[in-house]
């Protein structure tokens, strides 16, 4: 069984930055491609960003693009998502995911494990 444990989430102000981690229990992390979801209070879970296998192929929805910066290291078995100029419309609960294979997907019904979640609050 994969485990997914995010951290990194917590209060901000509008124009600041986060750094959400995402370790990973498998040792074949290498093997696995990632992603980072969110959902807001009263919304569905909303597609972020998401990073092939290798690392080498990334894709970002397209509002986040430029903002928001999706990483892994597969030597330490985690994934970042670096966001930058973090809007209150950014509040959220943040996710990671994970499916065995390679490429990147953007459906969360791709994904077949999922970390518990980081709050994420921007306050204007």
């Known amino acids: 069984q994969v485990r997914l444990v995010e951290s990194g989430g917590g209060l901000v102000q509008a124009g600041d930055s986060l750094r959400l981690s995402c370790a990973a229990s498998e040792y074949t992390f290498s093997n696995f491609a990632m992603a980072w979801f969110r959902q807001a209070p009263g919304k569905g879970r909303e597609f972020v960003a998401a990073?092939?296998?290798?690392?080498?192929?990334?894709y970002y929805a397209n509002a986040l693009k430029g903002r928001f910066t999706i990483s892994r290291d597969n030597a330490a078995n985690t994934m970042d998502l670096q966001m930058n100029s973090l809007k209150p419309e950014d509040t959220a609960v943040y996710y990671c995911a994970a499916r065995r294979g390679g490429g990147w997907y953007v459906m969360s019904t791709s994904y077949d494990y999922w970390g518990q979640g980081t709050q994420v609050s921007v306050s204007s």
């Open positions: 990073i092939a296998d290798s690392g080498g192929s990334t």
